[in-house]
């Protein structure tokens, strides 16, 4: 269950160290597709309902 307990800023830090880092979104992809996946859920998730507002302008709708 997502909350507001978590900011908007250390989404993003999660973000830039999972997806948001080529080599390992890559990585992720190759050898453990699922969890890349459920990675992507999570952060669209956090997006739609509003608790995370990404700093970047290339988030998600480019690995998606």
Do not use: K
């Amino acid at each position: 269950r997502l909350t507001d307990a978590v900011r908007s800023d250390q989404i993003d830090r999660a973000y830039d160290a999972t997806l948001g880092d080529a080599e390992l979104a890559r990585f992720l992809e190759t050898e453990n597709p699922g969890a890349a996946e459920a990675l992507r859920r999570a952060f669209a998730r956090a997006q739609r309902l509003g608790l995370w507002h990404p700093r970047r302008n290339a988030t998600l709708g480019d690995r998606l």
